[in-house]
């Protein structure tokens, strides 16, 4: 081949490698509003794999990160996959597009509760991240404040607790059903109380125009105090959920159904987060209302058990005892999910 023609082929092929992948899609709704990408996905002992979710209305730069397990890990994953390719963020060379949307994108963190699995990834990618509010409930804030960001375990990046504060992150604490709008951003959250065995969780409703994603913390309900707030979280969310204006829920499913009862620890199984979809149906006037509605599952166990793979039996748990016709996805770490 003469020397001309091949280095033709290869600067042919190099400008083609240098061209930005198309960001793969895990799941698509017919008509989409919200863009989620799960950067953390897992509970248990994978550490670089723990709850947390980004949620985006489509065509924005304006999103949330509803627990924060995981953070760095999550999104330089994410950029390796391209997941992040369709994110309008202006661009500075300084930067990897996964710190472009730590700076740019992320603009509140929704902290449903302070265990270690859904706030280490903020904690530690805190000397990186850019000023930004914090929204949680009061038992959340003080954890956070005193136990956490308390410049004995690490540094005082929030504007309340042991002084000096460094003041990067702005604590906003919610009121139960009252809804705010998130600073700098089209989006409103509304939050609820969930029972999580000796703490308080929370479900947060994150609203653009006239859609919504719900995203429900760790939450039990084998126990009355953990039905009745998730059937006051049900009773708030049921109009939306029969005008089709719910996009999605994001709820926990941590072992799978042969998990005794009086070893949950404020958990959920298949079993029970069947029941509770049912009970929402039944709030909505008739389980047609929920037939369809898309539930991504989070928070599978991992263990060291050999021979073990509870996101496959929490699947099939599911889908033998799905008689309401929910479509459940199983939440995969760097997965983007159109809603």
């Known amino acids: 081949m003469p020397i001309q023609t091949l280095n033709a082929l290869k ?9 930005p992948a198309e960001a793969p899609i895990t799941f698509a709704h017919s008509n989409p509003s919200f863009e989620i990408i799960a950067l953390g996905a897992r509970s248990g002992v994978l550490d670089g794999n723990m709850s947390s979710y980004m949620i985006r209305p489509l065509g924005t730069n304006e999103a949330v990160l509803c627990d924060a397990g995981t953070l760095g890990n999550g999104l330089k994953r994410a950029e390796k996959k391209h997941i992040l390719n369709d994110i309008p963020v202006d661009l500075d060379p300084s930067l990897t597009r996964a710190g472009l949307v730590l700076h740019q994108t992320i603009r509140a963190y929704l902290i449903s509760h302070a265990h270690l699995d859904h706030v280490a990834g903020l904690v530690l990618s805190s000397p990186d991240d850019t000023a930004k509010p914090i929204y949680a409930f009061p038992q959340t804030r003080e954890i956070l404040s005193e136990h956490l960001f308390n410049n004995r375990v690490w540094g005082n990046m929030g504007n309340q607790g042991a002084e000096p504060h460094i003041g990067k992150y702005h604590y906003k604490d919610m009121t139960p059903g009252q809804t705010e709008r998130i600073t700098h951003t089209q989006l409103d959250i509304t939050a609820w109380p969930l029972a999580h065995g000796n703490t308080t969780s929370t479900a947060f409703l994150i609203k653009h125009n006239d859609h919504a ?38 709820m926990e499913a941590t072992y799978p159904d042969g998990r005794a009862d009086n070893a949950l620890f404020g958990h959920m199984r298949p079993k029970d987060l069947l029941q509770a979809l049912r009970d929402l149906g039944h709030e909505c006037g008739g389980r047609h209302y929920i037939r369809g509605l898309q539930v991504l599952v989070t928070h599978v166990k991992e263990t060291f058990e050999s021979n073990t793979d509870n996101t496959r039996k929490i699947y099939h748990n599911l889908q033998d005892g799905n008689d309401i016709g929910i479509h459940f996805i199983m939440a995969e770490q760097s997965a983007r999910y159109l809603v």
């Open 11 to 19: 600067k042919k092929f190099s400008s083609l490698s240098a061209q």
């Open 213 to 250: 994603v719900l995203y429900m913390g760790d939450t039990e309900a084998n126990t009355e105090e953990g039905k009745a707030h998730l059937n006051t979280v049900w009773q708030a969310i049921a109009p939306l959920v029969k005008e089709g204006k719910l996009k999605a829920i994001i």
